[in-house]
T-cell receptor, first 115, second 109 residues
Framework: DAGVIQSPRHEVTEMGQEVTLRCKPI?????LFWYRQTMMRGLELLIY????????DSGMPEDRFSAKMPNASFSTLKIQPSEPRDSAVYFC?????????????FGSGTQLSVL | RKEVEQDPGPFNVPEGATVAFNCTYS??????FFWYRQDCRKEPKLLMS???SGNEDGRFTAQLNRASQYISLLIRDSKLSDSATYLC??????????FGQGTTLQVKP
């Protein structure tokens, strides 16, 4: 099992540029989450999907952020235009809502640096 | 007030010590509770779920107090390899999981 796959692992870009982060969840999982982690704010939930449908995007910081899940095996998080304060590690995670246990499987994360 | 609150630490303890972490949550409708572990520059990984009756996994014991909206994690006989950040996680019935800020543990030889 390949686990949750994120790309790229590292992204360095200049302020104002568009950034696209990609995620492939574990096959068969029906939930997908995007989190952002910084030293100051910890792990923040940005948005999550259930069966490819966005359920809660209240954590998306502002209109510069958008996320899509066109099918069960792929999701993107886009920042346009990027700003230095967007620098963080962005994690994608997937899970299967079965029974009472919801275990999250995280990807390795994308380290984003906006200069 | 944050939905899930933890003491960030760091907790510095010698090998063999017993250490306890606490976590409080604000949503009384929360249904599922977990402890995750995160090593430096790595992704979080599930350590254990937390059940109402309390549960144990080797040296780790988790407790839940719904009345006080409080979760705890006890680590006995600490090992150097236990050094990490421990994240308290709370979920409702919608599938949304909220993470605490994390508590950092450093076990010294």
């Amino acid at each position: 099992d390949a686990g949750v796959i994120q790309s790229p692992r590292h992204e360095v870009t200049e302020m104002g540029q568009e950034v696209t982060l990609r995620c492939k969840p574990i096959s068969g999982h029906d939930y997908l989450f995007w989190y952002r982690q910084t030293m100051m704010r910890g792990l923040e939930l940005l948005i999550y999907f259930n069966n490819n449908v966005p359920i809660d995007d209240s954590g998306m910081p502002e209109d510069r952020f958008s996320a899509k899940m066109p099918n069960a095996s792929f999701s993107t998080l886009k920042i346009q235009p990027s700003e230095p304060r967007d620098s963080a590690v962005y994690f994608c995670a997937s899970s299967f809502l079965g029974g009472e246990l919801k275990k999250l499987f995280f990807g390795s994360g994308t380290q984003l640096s906006v200069l | 007030r944050k939905e899930v609150e933890q003491d960030p630490g760091p907790f510095n303890v010698p090998e063999g010590a017993t250490v306890a972490f606490n976590c409080t949550y604000s949503n009384s409708a929360s249904q599922s509770f977990f402890w995750y572990r995160q090593d430096c520059r790595k992704e979080p990984k599930l350590l254990m779920s937390v059940y109402s009756s309390g549960n144990e996994d080797g040296r780790f014991t988790a407790q839940l107090n719904r009345a006080s909206q409080y979760i705890s994690l006890l680590i006995r006989d600490s090992k150097l390899s236990d050094s990490a950040t421990y994240l308290c996680v709370v979920s409702g019935n919608t599938g949304k999981l909220i993470f605490g800020q994390g508590t950092t543990l450093q076990v010294k030889p």
